[in-house]
């Protein structure tokens, strides 16, 4: 099946540093979203993209659609503590199914 | 309103019990979703409705069976579930057709003994 390759894993930084996190695939997709996920809740959405090159900025959050429409990256600037959880990337398939990335898991030292 | 409800929040139950678990959303959405989610792992889809009707069910086990009463409701039945199946529990809902991406609840986390 489809599969979305995120990396990285897992990222440790200091507060105030700038965070860049990308998803990559060899399907194309017509839609990126990116969700992020505080422990034992549901994954928030954080930006929804549906155009090739389209660039998004969500307060200190941007997002692009890759030009070949097979990649993705978020990019976080000034972190802070409460950006700490698990960042997954998702597209949008067949029937409604949203295929997810494996998830980057941020860690923001104070 | 930008919201998905889910209730209840924690749920434990032993392999003999039947419970449900429920969702709500009020924004419009004709699609709803049921997931399964194990820790560190991005969830995995259960089921898809579609304006009201099964859509999508992705071999799921007959001991969970989802209900859809209304366009603003879902539920989840569990009956004789396995350890296995605890897990946490995401609902989620979107729009049909463009711009389709789904809002998710904040999940039942489920612990079967």
């Known amino acids: 099946g489809q599969q979305l390759n995120q990396s990285p894993q897992s990222m440790f930084i200091q507060e105030g540093e700038d965070v860049s996190m990308n998803c990559t695939s060899s399907s194309i997709f017509n839609t990126w979203l990116w969700y992020k996920q505080d422990p034992g809740e549901g994954p928030v959405l954080l930006i929804a993209?549906?155009?090739?090159?389209e660039l998004t900025s969500n307060g200190r959050l941007t997002a692009q659609f890759g030009i070949t429409r097979k990649d993705s990256f978020l990019n976080i600037s000034a972190s802070i503590p409460s950006d700490v959880g698990i960042y997954f990337c998702?597209?949008?398939?067949?029937?409604?199914?949203?295929?997810f990335g494996e998830g980057t898991q941020l860690t923001v030292n104070p | 309103d930008t919201e998905v409800t889910q209730t209840p929040k924690h749920l434990v139950m032993g392999m003999t019990n039947k419970k449900s678990l429920k969702c709500e959303q009020h924004?419009?959405?004709?699609?709803m979703y049921w997931y399964k989610q194990k820790a560190k792992k991005p969830p995995e889809l259960m089921f898809v409705y579609s304006y009201e009707k099964l859509s999508i069910n992705e071999s799921v086990p007959s001991r969970f069976s989802p209900e859809c009463p209304n366009s603003s409701l879902l539920n989840l039945h569990l009956h004789a579930l396995q350890p296995e199946d605890s897990a946490l529990y995401l609902c989620?809902?979107?729009?049909?057709?463009?711009?389709?991406?789904?809002?998710f609840g904040p999940g039942t986390r489920l612990t079967v003994l």
């Open positions: 989620a809902s979107s729009r049909m057709g463009l711009h389709n991406e789904q809002f």
């Open positions: 993209l549906y155009k090739a090159g």
């Open positions: 998702a597209t949008i398939t067949s029937g409604s199914r949203l295929t």
């Open positions: 924004m419009g959405h004709r699609a």
